[in-house]
Each structure stands twice: as C-alpha cells, then as structure tokens.
C-alpha cells in the first residue's frame, strides 16, 4: 500500500499542526496505523496508533494528551493532531501501515508500510 504524508511545516512553540496520510489500497480500512517521526542520528519513535476499527489507540507518553490520532476509512486517510508543540518535537514525520491489531503499535517492526514522511520544524 501506498501512504503519502502532509501538513507538516514550521510552527511556533505552543503552536498546532494537524497531518494527514493518505492511504492508495482500497483495504486501507483494514490495517493498523501508526505515526512515527525520527531525526538525525536517533531512532525511529513511535508516537501513536490505531487500530483498523479506529476504536482503539495507543500513545507514546512524549506526546499523550498533546497528540490526536484519527482515521476516516472512507476516506482512506489517517489524521494526526498536535497541539502544544514543542521545539523537541521537531522531526520528520511518518505513517506506516500494519495488521489490522499490530502486536507492536509504538514500534517499527510492527508495520510493513512506511510513507515518505513530513518535515515538522516547531521554532522557540
């Protein structure tokens, strides 16, 4: 499946971004996302996930109660909104796709798809 992120971009501290990945497969609705974002020389970090159902989710504490991640199957699109943002939330972030109730939601062996991310840059 075919997954291309947007929305990312510079925003101030405290500031809100909402991204979305958009999904190509008509199965979309049957997969398991995630949100992930990484920087230069640090590993992948998982942030949040969903399940195929969109009626389960699970967040990484950096984000819990800033972050929202949403689905709309119909659509194929995967949401994710942050609010309160931070300078150390400054990464590329990414979407990934995996089984219906992946057994690692906040890790990258979990997925089996990956877009090719956004760049969210949060200034002081």
């Known amino acids: 499946v075919e997954l291309v992120e947007s929305g990312g971009g510079l925003v101030q501290a405290g500031g809100s971004l909402k991204l979305t990945c958009t999904g190509t497969e008509y199965s979309f609705g049957t997969y398991s996302m995630g949100w992930f974002r990484q920087v230069p020389g640090k590993e992948r970090e998982g942030l949040s996930c969903i399940n195929y159902t969109g009626k389960s989710t699970v967040y990484a504490d950096s984000v819990k109660g800033r972050f929202t991640i949403s689905r709309d199957s119909t659509k194929n699109t995967l949401y994710l909104q942050m609010n309160s943002l931070k300078p150390e939330d400054t990464a590329m972030y990414y979407c990934?796709?995996?089984?219906?109730?992946?057994?690692?939601?906040?890790?990258?062996?979990?997925?089996?798809?990956w877009g090719q991310g956004t760049q969210v840059t949060v200034s002081s």
């Open positions: 990934a796709a995996g089984p219906g109730s992946t057994l690692f939601p906040l890790r990258a062996l979990g997925y089996n798809y």
